[in-house]
């Protein structure tokens, strides 16, 4: 096998454990971000993932400051427990409901405590629904 052909085998190699790595490390992460917001509920919660980071939308009632210092709190434990030994991260923005600006088109809805959501394209749908 010549050095091109090995670099090739090496790169494949590579991007199959990079996606089996991603596949299980993404979920964990969410759910320790999920778990360490404990009793704070916020509106919408929405995901896009980049390179090394997960990318979070977070809509908030409006002057909710207890629910958005727990956000933050949740963020700094969740990344202290993965960036070190994984390189991964959660970048949280906190968006108020008065602000009226709704979640990217390039994120998926991780749940959604907004009933009006049955009008939104399925793509976009939340896949957790939470009834308050």
């Known amino acids: 096998m010549d050095t091109a052909s090995n670099l090739i085998s090496a790169l494949q190699w590579y991007r199959m454990n990079d996606h089996i ?7 964990n992460v ?12 916020p509106l919408q919660i929405a995901a896009s993932i980049s390179e ?3 990318l979070l939308w977070i809509i908030t009632e409006d002057d909710d400051e207890e629910t958005e210092g727990q956000i933050y ?13 994984d390189g991964f991260s959660i970048d949280c923005m906190v968006v108020e409901k008065c602000d009226e600006i709704g ?4 994120y998926q809805t991780l749940f959604d405590r907004n009933p009006d ?3 939104t394209p399925a793509k976009y749908q939340p ?5 308050h």
């Open 103 to 106: 979640i990217p088109p390039h």
């Open 52 to 54: 090394k980071t997960v």
């Open 21 to 27: 790595y991603k596949q299980t490390l993404i979920p």
């Open 30 to 41: 969410l759910k320790t971000f999920l778990g360490e917001l404990g009793q704070c509920c």
């Open 117 to 119: 959501f049955k009008n």
């Open 73 to 85: 709190l949740a963020q700094a434990r969740t990344n202290a427990k993965y960036v070190e030994p």
């Open 127 to 131: 896949l957790y629904i939470i009834e």
